[in-house]
Each structure stands twice: as structure tokens, then as C-alpha cells.
């Protein structure tokens, strides 16, 4: 049996396609995991603190990317992976709380029916919403999808 694989160098970044056999052996990455809080955003990038050390660790605008939606200052649960001292991926928490900045007007008698409306969040995230909700609420977003989970009260 043959396994088409694509692999990513940790080091380089650079993607191989390659073919193995199922006896062959591939040796897993050393990874290290660090639980982190953003402490804040500026022009280099965004600043974390390590929860057991307390050591600051930035990770530029090129590294945080699509997840950059979902981060807000003072933000725990999230994780940065490591390989040989080097960060190589941010986790996100699945669920995260955000506030509602812009969206239409509540309507009156709205129900959480399949209806839904466009709303923008504090980090520029623009979602549908149930038509209830109204700018200045807080919801609870799931990072996986970047859909709307509920309201938070």
C-alpha cells in the first residue's frame, strides 16, 4: 500500500509532496506548547504573556493572520506551539466573546428563526446574527467556524 503525503518543513516552511510505503516510519515533531494571554496589539505585531513564565512573546501580523478576528486584549486560552524555541502555530480557544459594534436595529418580535442579519464586531469580524440582537450586546463566536453561538447576558 502507498500514502501520498504532503509534509511542511517546521524550519523552512517548504512544502513536499512525497509517497510511502505503509511500513515506512515517519519521526513525529517535538513540539512545545505554551498557554499564553494577549496582553495587546501595537504596530509590531501582537504581545503575549506566557502563563508560567510570564514571558512576553510577539508574533507579527504575517504569523496571527485570519485568526487576528478573534483576538482582543486580555484574551486567555490560547496556546502557542513551538518547535526548537521557534513559535509555529497559534491555537485559539473554540468559543470566543465579542462585542457587537455596528449591526441593524433589533426588530421588534424577532425570534431566532431562520432569519438573520449582518452585524460587525470590535475586531472588524462581520457575522449574521439573529435579528434580535442589537449593537453594543456581547456574543459568543466559535473560532472554528466564525459562525454565531449565543448571545452573552
Same mark, same amino acid.
Given at each position: 500500500?502507498?500514502?501520498?503525503?504532503?509534509?511542511?518543513?517546521?524550519?523552512?516552511?517548504?512544502?513536499?509532496?512525497?509517497?510511502?510505503?505503509?511500513?515506512?516510519?515517519?519521526?513525529?515533531?517535538?513540539?512545545? *506548547? &505554551?498557554?499564553? =494571554?494577549?496582553?495587546?496589539?501595537?504596530?509590531?505585531?501582537?504581545?503575549?504573556?506566557? +502563563? #508560567?513564565?510570564? /514571558?512576553?512573546?510577539?508574533?507579527?501580523?504575517?504569523?496571527?493572520?485570519?485568526?487576528?478576528?478573534?483576538?482582543?486584549?486580555?484574551?486567555?486560552?490560547?496556546? *502557542? &506551539?513551538f518547535? =526548537?524555541?521557534?513559535?509555529?502555530?497559534?491555537?485559539?480557544?473554540?468559543?470566543?466573546? +465579542? #462585542?457587537?459594534? /455596528?449591526?441593524?436595529?433589533?426588530?421588534?418580535?424577532?425570534?431566532?428563526?431562520?432569519?438573520?442579519?449582518?452585524?460587525?464586531?470590535?475586531?472588524?469580524?462581520?457575522?449574521?446574527?439573529?435579528p434580535?440582537?442589537?449593537?453594543?450586546?456581547?456574543?459568543?463566536?466559535?473560532?472554528?467556524?466564525?459562525?454565531?453561538?449565543?448571545?452573552?447576558?
Amino acid at each position: 500500500m502507498i500514502v501520498k503525503v504532503r509534509l511542511k518543513s517546521l524550519r523552512t516552511g517548504q512544502v513536499m509532496d512525497r509517497s510511502l510505503r505503509g511500513t515506512d516510519r515517519v519521526k513525529e515533531a517535538d513540539f512545545e *506548547v &505554551r498557554e499564553v =494571554q494577549l496582553t495587546y496589539k501595537d504596530a509590531s505585531g501582537w504581545h503575549f504573556m506566557d +502563563l #508560567e513564565t510570564y /514571558e512576553e512573546i510577539l508574533l507579527g501580523e504575517d504569523f496571527v493572520g485570519e485568526d487576528a478576528y478573534y483576538l482582543v486584549d486580555g484574551l486567555e486560552g490560547l496556546k *502557542v &506551539r513551538f518547535y =526548537q524555541g521557534n513559535p509555529i502555530g497559534l491555537e485559539l480557544p473554540n468559543v470566543v466573546e +465579542l #462585542e457587537v459594534v /455596528e449591526t441593524d436595529p433589533a426588530l421588534k418580535g424577532a425570534t431566532a428563526a431562520a432569519q438573520t442579519k449582518p452585524a460587525t464586531l470590535e475586531t472588524g469580524l462581520v457575522i449574521q446574527v439573529p435579528p434580535y440582537l442589537s449593537s453594543g450586546q456581547r456574543v459568543r463566536v466559535d473560532t472554528r467556524t466564525g459562525k454565531f453561538v449565543e448571545r452573552v447576558k
